[in-house]
């Protein structure tokens, strides 16, 4: 958690903007339960768990909110929240969300398929963003060996100059909130992309394997299967 002393006010914005659809299975993804429990409130939980006064925002499709709410009366889900409209890309689901960011402090964007995340990278994040007041996201090695295509050939890249990227990423929030200001553009990937082009600095922290963004029903097999060793720990 970030110092007492050196308090600020912190914010999550949680994209879960999409259809999520490849994962399989009758409800989007976000909505399918992960050891009894539906993946999207596992995402929130955890950072509520990090930090109970964290402003939680949470990006749906205008149509999946009756759902939402539906679930969270069931599963009697009372964490604080509120709950923002996607747009038609992942950046413009962002900058709905940071719409609802007042003043400064810090801000960070996290994929609601990735419910995994823990405290202590949530914290190396948070804290990072803190102390040196720029974007920070966490990254893995690269452990497999990566190609690049060129035209109707490929070559060999070297994967040790390679990072595989997470979330959450973090940033100062006035910062960010400018940086979204800026038109859309296809090169834009993730939170980062964008907050680069506009000049921001980004540092790299320590990512964990376990922080999976799940996609496919082969990753929704997986999260059950590392949901119950977790439970049995």
């Not at 990227?165 to 990937?189: C, H, I, N, W």
Request: aromatic share 8%; net charge negative.
């Amino acid at each position: 958690m970030i110092p007492e002393k050196k308090q600020s006010v912190i914010s999550v914005i949680i994209v879960a903007g999409g259809k999520g659809l490849r994962a399989g299975g009758e409800f989007p993804k976000q909505f399918q339960p992960i050891g009894g429990t539906p993946m999207l409130m596992r995402t929130v939980r955890a950072f509520y768990d990090y930090d109970d006064s964290m402003c939680i925002i949470v990006v749906l499709p205008e149509g999946a909110q009756p759902l939402w709410s539906r679930l969270c009366e069931q599963y009697q889900f009372t964490i604080p929240h509120t709950v923002v409209t996607g747009g038609e890309t992942r950046f413009h689901s962002v900058k709905n969300g940071l719409d609802k960011i007042t003043g400064d402090g810090i801000v960070g964007v996290h994929d609601g398929a990735r419910p995994f995340v823990t405290s202590g990278l949530i914290g190396r994040c948070f804290e990072t963003a803190f102390e040196n007041q720029c974007g920070v996201i966490p990254v893995v090695d690269v452990v497999n060996s990566v190609r690049q295509l060129t035209g109707t050939d490929s070559r060999i890249v070297d994967r040790k100059q390679l990072r595989l990227v997470q979330t959450p990423q973090v940033f100062p929030a006035g910062e960010l909130k400018r940086a979204y200001e800026t038109g859309f553009d296809p090169s834009f990937t993730d939170d980062a992309s964008v907050a680069e082009k506009w000049g921001m600095e980004i540092k790299l922290v320590e990512g964990e394997e376990t922080n999976i963004k799940i996609t496919t029903p082969f990753d929704m097999e997986l999260a059950g299967y590392y949901s119950q060793l977790m439970a049995n720990r």
